[in-house]
């Protein structure tokens, strides 16, 4: 069944516009079948879920579903997934610095991150191939399965807390060297890293939970933007992609949305142990990893 059309007709004025006076656009839209688009809604919906309630981008869980599941190449999955990712992390930070998740230090922390981040990423990406990726795979694994395991564990066993005291100008050159060193193997692997972010906010820089996943998605907004612009510049987005996009985006700002409003509602332990789980199911996707 070739679902494309009558969907189509569903659609918003604007997209509706779009697609009829673009006929490439059209014709990508019309590849769609009820399968391929009920994928799309409800994995993307999900995803934002996720997003809007942890602080994390998603797009470790994102890629599987373009590359295997909408039979979407390599590079167009990338760019569809950062395109996605940043409709997703914009929408899920907007909802939290409403409701007050995130105070002013942790802003200019984010800020600084940024910064590194960016510069990081850069280097990551021209680093590619020179360094031995598979054993640096293989140490963030164990990272990632000892962050996870202590969060799950966290609400459970009554840890005695971390505290390694701060001066503003530690602060400070910590905030750019975390985001510099993620940066680097954002570039080198091709993820957003917010799954390393989170856990060094929580265990180094003592942030609550909630307050970490917000600086993560404060962070993550040029990082992907930047990520997006170069692959849209070469040309690697075409008008599937775009279909893709702005209907798995859709559902995920929706997604991210109702996540987000419910963080406040939601307990520390509870965030922490699902967060947790996360990062543990994120280890399974860097082992399986083609």
């Known amino acids: 069944m070739n679902f494309g059309t009558n969907y189509l007709n569903t659609w918003p004025a604007c997209w509706k516009a779009l697609a009829m006076t673009d006929n490439a656009f059209k014709n990508a839209v019309q590849q769609f079948n009820l399968e391929r688009l009920l994928t799309c809604m409800f994995s993307g919906f999900l995803i934002g879920l996720a997003s809007g309630l942890l602080g994390v981008g998603g797009g470790e869980f994102r890629i599987p579903v373009l590359l295997y599941l909408l039979q979407t190449p ?6 569809t997934n950062l395109f996605i990712g940043l409709l997703t992390v914009s929408v899920s930070f907007t909802v939290r610095y409403q409701a007050g998740l995130i105070t002013f230090s942790a802003i200019n922390m984010g800020l600084l991150m940024s910064s590194g981040s960016i510069i990081g990423g850069y280097i990551g990406a021209n680093l590619s191939g020179k360094i031995n990726e598979s ?3 293989k140490f ?18 009554e840890w005695e807390p ?26 080198l692997l091709g993820v957003a890293g917010g799954e390393y972010r989170i856990p060094a ?8 939970v909630k307050t970490a996943g917000t600086v993560s998605l404060l962070v993550s907004i040029p990082t992907i933007l930047a990520g997006f612009m170069k692959h849209w510049r070469i040309g690697h987005l075409n008008n599937y992609g775009v279909a893709v996009g702005l209907i798995m985006g859709s559902a995920s700002v929706v997604g991210s ?11 520390e332990g509870f965030l922490k142990m699902l967060l947790g789980i996360v990062l543990l199911l994120a280890t399974v996707r860097m082992i399986t990893k083609p």
């Not at 390599?74 to 760019?79: A, D, K, P, R």
């Not at 963030?140 to 066993?157: C, F, K, S």
């Open 74 to 79: 390599v590079l167009l999955s990338i760019v």
């Open 135 to 137: 054993l640096l795979r």
């Open 140 to 157: 963030l694994i164990l990272l990632l399965i000892a962050a996870g395991l202590r969060m799950v564990l966290d609400p459970l066993i």
């Open 162 to 187: 971390l505290s390694i005291p701060l001066t503003h100008p530690m602060e400070t050159f910590l905030s750019i060297l975390v985001g510099l060193l993620i940066g680097i193997v954002s570039g």
């Open 201 to 208: 906010l929580i265990y180094l820089f003592g942030l609550p």
């Open 257 to 267: 949305y109702i996540g987000a409003s419910f963080v406040t509602a939601a307990s």
